[in-house]
C-alpha cells in the first residue's frame, strides 16, 4: 500500500519557531509578534534586523552598538575582491553572492565555532559583507570603479551610494529600507527551510546560508521579483497589458509574482510595498509600469482569484530605482540574511537532524550481474 505523501511538504508542521508567524486574527505577517507593516511605518531596516537576530526591537544605545559592529565590518578580504574582479562578467549576482559567502567562510577564523556567541558575530560579518561584494560586482562587470563602503551612511543609503556613486532621494531610500523590512524573514519558507535542513547535521553558518542562496535563487521562490520585471518588459506598454494577461492565462501559464502556498487571499506584504511602489513612481515621474500592475492584477484576480505575492510590486520598484533586473534577488538575500540566521540560530539551539523518508517506487530486487554477461 502507497504510504501518505506530502509532496512538497504540504501543510506539514516540521518544528517550532519563536521568530515569525502570519497571524490570522490581524491578517497579517508579524516578525516576534510585531506586524511587519507597522515596522515598516515606525522603524528603519537595521532595528528590524536587531529585532529578527535577537529577539526584541532595540534601545537607542543597544541600535547604535548594533550600527557600530555592521559599519565596522563593511570592508572586504584582498582575497575576495580580487576574486570578485575575476569572476566571469556574466555570472549571475545570485551566484556571485552564493560564491562570496562561501568565500568569506573559507576566511572567517570561527567557521568552525558554533556557539551562539560566535555564530552571532559571523551573522554580523556576513551581513555586513554581503552587500559590499555584490555591489562591487555591480561596479567591476560595468567596467566601473569599485566604490569603498562609508561607515556615516546607513544599510540601505550606502547600499545606493556603492552601487550608483550617490544616495537618492530620501523617498527612494524608505522605500528600499521598506523592501527590505517586508523581505526580512517568512518563516520555513525554501530558503529557511534549507538553510534549517544544512545546519541540521551541525554544519556551519557560511554553509547553510550558501545553500539558502541557491535555494533562493529560483523563480519560484525569490526569483519571482526578477521574473516579473521580465514580464513587464515583454508586455511593454499598458496598452497591451489586457491581452497579454488574457493570453497568458488561456495558454495556463504561471504568473510570476502572483500565488503563495500561505497566503491564499492576498499577501500581507503587498499592500506596503504597493504603497511604496507608488511613491517611487512618483519621484521617477514614471507611472507605465504601475498602469501595468494594476491591469495584470485586476485580471489574475477575476479570472483565477489568485494574488499578487511581495515579489510583484518590488520588482518594477527596484527597476525604477535604477537597478539592474537580476540585481533583485541579491537585493532580497541582503535582507534575508537576517531571517536565516535567526532560524540557523534557532535550529542550533534545540537541533533534530532533518531526515524525512520517501516511498519507494523503483526496481525491485535484483542480483547484480557481471559486467561480461550483460
Ligand atoms: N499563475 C497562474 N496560476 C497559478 C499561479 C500563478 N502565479 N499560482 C498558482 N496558480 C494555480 C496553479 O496552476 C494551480 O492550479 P491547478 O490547481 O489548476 O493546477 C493552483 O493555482 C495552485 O497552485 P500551486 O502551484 O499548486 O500552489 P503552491 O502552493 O504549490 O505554489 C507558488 C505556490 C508560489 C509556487 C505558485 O503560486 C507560483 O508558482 N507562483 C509564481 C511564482 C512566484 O511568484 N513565486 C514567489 C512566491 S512568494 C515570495 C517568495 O517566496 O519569494
Known sequence: ???????????????????????????????????????????????????????????????????????????????????????????????????????????????????????????????????????????????????????????????????????PEKEIVKAFDVSLILYAEHSFNVSTFTARTITSSLSDIHGAITGAIA????????GANEEVMHMMNKIKKPENALNWINNALDQKAVVMGFGHRVYKSGDSRVPTMREYFSKVAKVKKDKKFEKIYDIVEKVMIERKNIHPNVDYPTGPTYHLMGFDTDFFTPIFVISRI?????????????????RPLASYKGNSYRKVIPINQR
Request: hydrophobic share 40%; aromatic share 8%.
Open 1 to 167: 500500500m502507497a504510504e501518505d505523501i506530502k509532496k512538497g511538504l504540504l501543510g506539514i508542521v516540521v518544528d517550532e519557531t519563536e521568530v515569525s508567524k502570519v497571524m490570522p486574527e490581524i491578517n497579517s505577517l508579524t516578525y516576534r509578534g510585531y506586524a511587519a507593516q507597522d515596522l515598516c511605518a515606525k522603524c528603519k531596516f537595521e532595528e528590524v534586523a536587531y529585532l529578527i537576530l535577537n529577539g526584541e526591537l532595540p534601545s537607542e544605545k543597544q541600535l547604535k552598538d548594533f550600527e557600530k559592529v555592521e559599519r565596522k565590518e563593511r570592508n572586504l578580504s584582498k582575497t575576495l575582491l580580487e576574486s570578485i574582479k575575476n569572476f566571469p562578467k556574466k555570472s549571475h549576482p545570485m551566484d556571485v553572492a552564493r560564491t562570496a559567502v562561501s568565500i568569506m567562510g573559507l576566511e572567517d577564523k570561527e567557521t568552525k565555532d558554533n556557539s551562539p556567541e560566535a555564530n552571532l558575530r559571523k551573522v554580523m560579518r556576513i551581513f555586513a559583507k554581503t552587500p559590499v561584494a555584490l555591489a562591487a560586482f555591480y561596479r567591476i562587470r560595468k567596467g566601473k570603479k569599485i566604490i569603498k563602503p562609508k561607515s556615516n551612511l546607513s544599510f540601505s543609503e550606502n547600499f545606493f551610494y556603492m552601487c550608483f556613486g550617490r544616495v
Open 215 to 222: 535555494s533562493l535563487k529560483g523563480p519560484l521562490h525569490g
Open 338 to 354: 537576517t531571517g536565516w540566521s535567526a532560524h540557523i540560530l534557532e535550529q542550533h539551539a534545540a537541533n533534530k537532524l532533518i
